[in-house]
């Protein structure tokens, strides 16, 4: 039942999530629901559950968590109970798992027609690779943005956050939202199918309509992105690194009058835009030495005064100290399972009317099978006892 308007606190109010994922993505997935109101519950083996890391921490953060042996007969039949009083379910198991189990998302949607199911995996349900496992790495190496990461004349190298992760764990996220919307429209669930390699993929801008054209493949070039000028990362006086991201015409030349030489605006070899591009490193030398000439504070107050797209190259340090994450609320202080108060990432994105909030930390090990189990789902205490002692739960 919708709650009332005057009631809601969260936009997914109201909407329960059964987590059964490990790791990050399908963790990641439910925590963006729980952040906005969803109630997740957080479902983990009894015998092996999963280690209290800073990350479980942060990815689990807002969720309720149970124990439950999927292969024990009375675990399975209180986890399809669970699902049948749920919306969504989120899944990051190998292909092929929960059919084993005998409970395929169409099974289970028998006795819940509107259930959501997340499946997350390597390579998707469906393909040749379907049965591949993967992780970020993997994914990332096969999407093609490790091809294209990294100096010319070296070897690829990963980008330094778990992008396939994070970014499959937003995409199923916005999944959720499309199929709750369609949910609405039929009254039946579906499933979202993601592949860890896509959300990279998806993301990937003109790689492939140029190689479409062209038959070439993207290569590394460090931080120059191939027709995007002048955007370069140089080093100021006192050893910092400065990003400077003038590539439309009036930012060029506001950044030509910010360091001293506007008739680097008219000059034959930087106009049209075309002569710009296929020089792009003969302006990029010639930023270069003048950042070098100044400090960091002096390069960022010239070029914040011509509204040049500018920043320095950000360390976690001056994140934590940085006054626009404070004023976005970027930076939060929440719980881990123990206590430890924890530094970790604000909610994105900002609602006005219903904004976002980390309702509770990250759970320990079946730390609401009662509340869970006895109030949702009405299982008496004795045989909460005997589920336990024949470790079902």
């Known amino acids: 039942m919708s709650p009332e308007p005057d009631q809601i606190s969260g936009a997914l109010d109201g909407v329960r999530v059964v987590n059964a994922g490990q790791i990050i993505a399908g963790p990641f997935t439910a925590t963006l629901l729980a952040e906005f109101g969803a109630d997740v519950i957080k479902v983990e083996a009894p015998a092996n559950p999963a280690a209290r890391t800073v990350q479980f921490a942060q990815d689990h953060r807002g969720q309720r968590g149970v124990t439950l042996n999927l292969r024990h007969p009375d675990g399975a039949a209180l986890f399809r109970k669970l699902c049948a009083t749920s919306d969504v379910l989120v899944e990051n198991f190998r292909p092929g798992t929960l059919e084993r189990l005998g409970m395929a998302p169409d099974d289970l949607r028998k006795e819940n027609l509107g259930l959501i199911a997340v499946r997350i995996s390597g390579y998707g349900q469906t393909g040749p690779y379907r049965d591949r496992t993967g ?37 199923a996220a916005y999944g959720v939202m499309l199929a709750l919307r369609a949910r609405e429209l039929t009254g039946r669930g ?16 003109t790689h492939l309509p140029n190689y479409g054209l062209s038959s070439e493949n993207r290569e590394r070039a460090g931080n120059y992105y191939p027709g995007v000028v ?39 070899r930087f106009t049209p835009r075309e002569e710009l591009v296929a020089n792009a490193h003969a302006i990029h030398d010639i930023i270069r030495p003048w950042v070098a000439e100044r400090t960091l504070e002096e390069n960022l107050t010239i070029l914040d005064e011509h509204a040049v797209p500018c920043t320095k190259v950000f360390a976690t340090s001056d994140i934590v100290a940085d006054p626009q994450y404070a004023a976005r609320e970027q930076i939060l202080t929440v719980e881990a399972p123990d206590g430890t108060p924890l530094l970790q990432p604000g909610i994105v994105p900002r609602l006005t009317d219903t904004p976002g909030q980390v309702r509770r930390r990250a759970p320990n090990p079946g730390e609401h099978n009662d509340e869970v189990f006895g109030e949702l789902l009405g299982v008496a205490a004795e045989e909460l006892a005997r589920l336990r002692e024949e470790g079902a739960i």
């Open 190 to 205: 579906q499933d979202v199918d993601m592949g860890l390699f896509e959300a990279p993929w998806r993301m990937s801008g």
């Open 230 to 268: 002048p955007a370069e990362q140089f080093e100021t006086s006192d050893g910092h690194h400065l990003i400077i991201n003038a590539t439309t015409q009036r930012p060029f030349e506001r950044l030509c009058e910010a360091i001293g030489q506007p008739e680097l605006i008219e000059d034959p």
């Open 135 to 171: 992780f970020d790495r993997v994914a990332l190496g096969f999407s093609g943005m490790t091809y294209v990461t990294g100096d010319a004349d070296r070897p690829p190298v990963r980008p330094g956050y778990f992008v396939a992760d994070y970014g499959t764990g937003a995409f």
